[in-house]
């Protein structure tokens, strides 16, 4: 993404004395993805933070750094139950994993319907327009 060389400004960002810009560099460094990996342990740091949205922002974004890449890779998997499983993991991320958009409209026609439901249901969470055009509603 074009915001990865912004990785360890964004970082620095976060152990400034003014929350609402530690809270915008937190969740800012999620939405870069795994480029911003290196940032993961000032994230974790802040994910401890006595600051409850500086907590929910770091968290979030450590998901979107770490876990997400893992779940898309996981969408690939011959086991229905883990792409099932996988497509919903990512609909807990809401509108910042437009990532996962294209692989869940590709899983829309799985011959699984648990990975069928699981990446509409995941759909309608990440990106509600695409998921009307394709029926879901």
Same mark, same amino acid.
């Given at each position: 993404p074009a915001g990865a060389p $912004? !990785? #360890?400004? =964004? $970082?620095n960002m976060i152990e400034r004395d003014d929350? +609402? !810009?530690s809270w915008a560099a937190a969740r +800012?460094? *999620? @939405? &870069? *993805? +795994? %480029?911003? &990996?290196g940032a993961v342990a000032v994230l974790e740091k802040? $994910? $401890?933070?006595?600051?409850?949205l500086l %907590? #929910?922002?770091a968290q979030r974004s450590i *998901? =979107? &750094?770490v876990e997400v890449p893992k779940h898309l890779d996981a969408l690939e998997s011959d086991d229905g139950f883990k792409r099932g499983e996988a497509a919903a993991a990512l609909g807990l991320?809401?509108?910042a994993c437009k990532v996962a958009v294209p692989k869940l409209v590709e899983l829309l026609d799985d011959p699984d *319907? @648990?990975?069928?439901?699981?990446a509409a249901q995941s759909l309608k969470k990440i990106d509600p327009i695409t998921a009307q055009r394709h029926g879901i509603e």
């Open positions: $912004a !990785v #360890e400004d =964004l $970082a929350p +609402s !810009v +800012s460094l *999620g @939405f &870069i *993805g +795994s %480029q911003a &990996i802040a $994910a $401890a933070s006595q600051d409850a %907590q #929910e922002n *998901g =979107l &750094i991320y809401g509108p *319907g @648990f990975v069928r439901d699981s």
